[in-house]
């Protein structure tokens, strides 16, 4: 900048000096003829313009050096901006805004399993003490224990022998006699390890049942549930889980809902969201319960736990035709949660299915818990999870004008909260026509 006005200063001095200079040569040239006089008035102009092209190329050449500046100051801005904003915390307002994680969806979508709604038998191993047999059980065979694994209370088949394993039968005080009804489910949850292991039903009571048939050999009236699969009786009927092979073991260790119901002679069997069985007479009066397992390796334990028994119901559209309303404790939750446990798919699809046959039905979806707990705390869980089936319903396609949701807590038990059969009878979700 300063070299600039040192060369502004010198032009003009120079065309001073030069007009002076040729103002003086005219005046003692008086008598120079108009020719001479003329060209040295052009010879003046030259010398004016070439001063003032220098001047102008200085002032330009000014502007252009400022244009430069800016030009590097603007492009140096946006790294700038980065260093500025390592250096410092960006303001709320400045943090990207992270993106809304999608809810989970539940699956299960063709899951048809619908369990009963009168509960026989129903341990959810509430209280059990660890080391202990399990209180709500009776051993028939081998060694089992309550334990606590994977943060939960379960039955323990421990392993003793080559052929680990045991059989249990659960505590009726009507054990010796039919107990099973015309219309039935059973449900468990069954752990599986890395290496092969099976768990059987037998229906029937092994060790009080015999003196309703001494001919029948209860033993062999079994399913059997491995990890990916299940058979019938000898494996008269056997079949794969979706994905896998006859044979196949699948060695991630996991646990897996089982789930079984029989209507008259018919039996489904399902594995998780799949049906695994399909027996259309199963050939003889089942009779009671026989939980156990074996163990081929001899090298993994066995562990179960939420076994139930329930007796089948009127078809649910039938029921709330005669009653304007239908009952299920098929619905399941996570302990003081309102998350939908995927195994209630079967009983949500179901009515699902019926709305939409029936477009004109309208629910009100009422959730009701047992006493166990605060009153004010089992209303708020009864009303958050009556939305949640609410929710689950309409993410399935019911419009929602169709659908509204409320809780009762446990302001209405349909029996006493004594027994684990009657809280679990008291926990329910009821479809109420509005």
Not at 199 to 219: E, G, H, L, P, S
Not at 279 to 305: D, E, M, Q
Request: proline content about 4%; charged content about 25%; glycine content about 8%.
């Amino acid at each position: 900048m300063k070299g600039i006005l040192i060369l502004l200063l010198g032009t003009f001095f120079t065309l001073s000096q030069l007009i002076t200079s040729a103002q003086i040569k005219l005046d003692v040239k008086k008598k120079v003829n108009n020719q001479a006089t003329q060209r040295a008035n052009q010879r003046t102009d030259q010398i004016i313009d070439k001063g003032f092209d220098k001047l102008e190329e200085g002032v330009g050449s000014l502007f252009k050096k400022k244009e430069k500046k800016a030009e590097t100051e603007q492009e140096a801005k946006p790294e700038e901006k980065t260093i500025a904003s390592k250096s410092k915390t960006a303001s709320p307002e400045d943090q990207p805004v992270p993106e809304e994680k999608p809810k989970p969806q539940l699956t299960w979508a063709k899951y048809d399993f619908v369990p009963g709604s009168e509960i026989i038998f129903e341990d959810n191993l509430e209280g059990e003490q660890n080391g202990e047999f399990p209180g709500k059980w009776d051993l028939v065979s081998g060694s089992v224990e309550n334990a606590n694994f994977d943060g939960q209370n379960v039955i323990y088949f421990i392993k003793c022998n080559a052929n680990s394993g045991g059989n249990i039968i659960p505590l009726l005080k009507n054990s010796t006699e039919d107990y099973l009804p015309e219309e039935f489910t059973v449900e468990f949850d069954a752990w599986y390890g890395e290496k092969s292991s099976n768990y059987y039903v037998n229906f029937a009571d092994i060790k009080n049942q015999q003196k309703i048939d001494k001919t029948m050999r209860a033993t062999e009236k079994w399913v059997r549930f491995s990890k990916n699969g299940g058979a019938y009786e000898k494996d008269i009927n056997e079949k794969s889980y979706p994905g896998f092979s006859s044979g196949q073991y699948d060695k991630t260790s996991k646990w897996r809902h089982i789930a079984i119901s029989f209507n008259t002679r018919a039996l489904k069997a399902y594995i998780d969201d799949a049906r695994i069985l399909n027996i259309p007479n199963l050939g003889y009066n089942p009779t009671g319960i026989t939980l156990a397992y074996h163990n081929p390796s001899g090298t993994t334990v066995g562990y179960i736990k939420n076994i139930r028994i329930a007796k089948g119901a009127v078809p649910l559209y039938d029921k709330f035709l005669t009653d304007g309303k239908f009952v299920t404790t098929g619905i399941k939750f996570d302990v003081n949660k309102a998350t939908i446990k995927p195994e209630s798919m079967g009983t949500i699809n179901y009515v699902v299915k019926m709305m939409t046959d029936h477009p004109e039905l309208k629910f009100s979806v009422e959730g009701h818990t047992d006493s166990d707990g605060e009153d004010a705390a089992n209303q708020k869980l009864s009303e958050a999870r009556s939305k949640s089936v609410l929710e689950a319903m309409v993410n399935l396609g019911i419009s929602s004008d169709c659908l509204t949701s409320k809780g009762h807590g446990e302001s209405k038990p349909m029996t006493g909260n004594d027994t684990p059969e009657g809280k679990a009878q008291n926990r329910r979700v009821e479809f109420v026509k509005f």
